[in-house]
Every structure is written in structure tokens, then in C-alpha cells.
Nanobody, 118 residues
Framework: VQLVESGGGLVQAGGSLRLSCAAS????????MGWFRQAPGKEREFVAG????????SYADSVKGRFTISRDNAKNMVYLQMNSLKPEDTAVYYC????????????WGQGTQVTVSS
């Protein structure tokens, strides 16, 4: 399985960005896909997740109401719509895929940089 993120960039505070993650390879066993982020000097943190079947979503408290995760099963794509961006959202954003519920994520993308200027 390969995951490739795109859509990062530089945006002013209050602006929006849409991240995309393209999954390829043997993705038929996917249980969950998620977005994580890692800011300089900080640990990687969970941002949002979506079940591949059914579409149930979950979000970190810090992004609830501002970010929306969605998927397109036919295209093997996951998206993260980010609105009302804040400087503290600046990080490298990673897409990840989980095969079994409750296990560590199995595959990760290379990341895409999001920078929010004040």
C-alpha cells in the first residue's frame, strides 16, 4: 500500500486548505484512514479519522468544527478540508491507513507541509 498526500502550502490565518491522500495497492482490507500532524519539536498527534466502511468520523478536540475528513471509496481518496486555520495548525500532515481496528496504523504517507501565517 502506498499513500501520497498533496494540497499543503502556505496560508494566512483564517484561510482554508484541502489536503488529499491517494491510496494505492492492496487497499481492500482498509478499516480506517486517518490524518495526523507533527509540529516542530512536538510529537505526532491525531487529527481526524474516518472508517472506510460506513464513513464514521472522529476528530481531535483542537480541530472540531473547523476540519472535515471525507473519503471517496471508488477513487481510494481521503480528504481533509481545513477551515479557519490558525498558526498553531502549522505542521507536517500525514495520511495513515489502519487495517484492523485497535491496532497501530499500518501504512503512512510521506507528509505534506501546512504553514499558517499570523
Amino acid at each position: 500500500v502506498q499513500l501520497v498526500e498533496s494540497g499543503g502550502g502556505l496560508v494566512q490565518a483564517g484561510g482554508s486548505l484541502r489536503l488529499s491522500c491517494a491510496a494505492s495497492g492492496r487497499t481492500s482490507s482498509t478499516y480506517l484512514m486517518g490524518w495526523f500532524r507533527q509540529a516542530p519539536g512536538k510529537e505526532r498527534e491525531f487529527v481526524a479519522g474516518i472508517r472506510w466502511s460506513g464513513g464514521m468520523t472522529s476528530y481531535a478536540d483542537s480541530v472540531k468544527g473547523r476540519f472535515t475528513i471525507s473519503r471517496d471509496n471508488a477513487k481510494n481518496m481521503v480528504y481533509l478540508q481545513m477551515n479557519s486555520l490558525k498558526p498553531e495548525d502549522t505542521a507536517v500532515y500525514y495520511c495513515a491507513l489502519q487495517i484492523r481496528r485497535g491496532t497501530p496504523y499500518d501504512y503512512w504517507g510521506q507528509g505534506t507541509q501546512v504553514t499558517v501565517s499570523s
